[in-house]
């Protein structure tokens, strides 16, 4: 079956700082591959999505690459903000009978000191 | 509502009772989804409907768990017979096709 392993984390990083939360998967077909993003307090909501191979998703000053041949959807940001402090998870659709099934991974949680 | 609405946001219980979990998705959405998410993981699927009828209920961990959503709008996620091992969030989320989910802030259940 489909499965997505994130970098696990507590990450903490000063303001401005670089930052890359590692993300990986198993899938068959050709999902799409998303990062939602959940703040202190907050729902889940969508940062950014790619549907298909070599597509880069942004938003917000965060980036990824779906890169199908070393199955990875990598999140970057250049320089990272106090209020990007939140819990992150990588995710892929299901594809064909499995359409509706969305697949997570664990949430890697940032925190951004000043 | 703009978003997913989701209610009870707290629900506290005893171990054994009957427990429901109501949805109202965004206007117009036709797909909706039911997930569980434990602390320190990932949202877990449970079901998914594409208006009325559920498409996929693979998740659904036991038959002590169902869902309906009869007039292909709001949906109610009911557990029978509560466990401890049933506390977590439950997440609904809608879609207007599958792909990029609208998730409400979540119901969460502790058994007592």
């Known amino acids: 079956g489909n499965s997505v392993t994130q970098m696990e984390g507590p990450v903490t990083l000063s303001e401005e700082a670089f930052l890359t939360i590692n993300c990986t998967y198993t899938?068959?077909?050709?999902?799409?591959l998303f990062w939602y993003v959940q703040y202190p307090g907050e729902g889940l909501q969508l940062l950014l999505k790619a549907t298909k191979a070599d597509d880069k998703g942004s938003n917000k000053g965060f980036e990824a690459t779906y890169r199908k041949e070393t199955t990875s959807f990598h999140l970057e940001k250049g320089s990272v903000q106090v209020s990007d402090s939140a819990v992150y998870f990588c995710a892929l659709s299901g594809w064909g009978t499995n359409a509706g099934k969305s697949t997570f991974g664990d949430g890697t949680t940032l925190t951004v000191k000043p | 509502g703009a978003g997913v609405s989701q209610t009870p946001s707290n629900k506290v219980t005893e171990k054994g009772k009957y427990v429901e979990l109501r949805c109202d998705p965004i206007?117009?959405?036709?797909?909706l989804y039911w997930y569980r998410q434990s602390l320190g993981q990932g949202p877990e699927f449970l079901i998914y409907f594409q208006g009325t009828g559920a498409a996929d209920d693979s998740g659904l961990p036991n038959d002590r768990f169902f869902a309906v959503r009869p007039e292909g709008s709001v949906s109610t996620l009911k557990i029978q017979r509560t466990e401890r091992g049933d506390s977590a969030v439950y997440l609904c989320a809608s879609s207007s096709s599958t792909g990029e989910l609208f998730f409400g802030e979540g119901s969460r259940l502790t058994v007592l």
């Open positions: 206007s117009g959405h036709t797909a």
């Open positions: 899938a068959t077909g050709y999902p799409s």
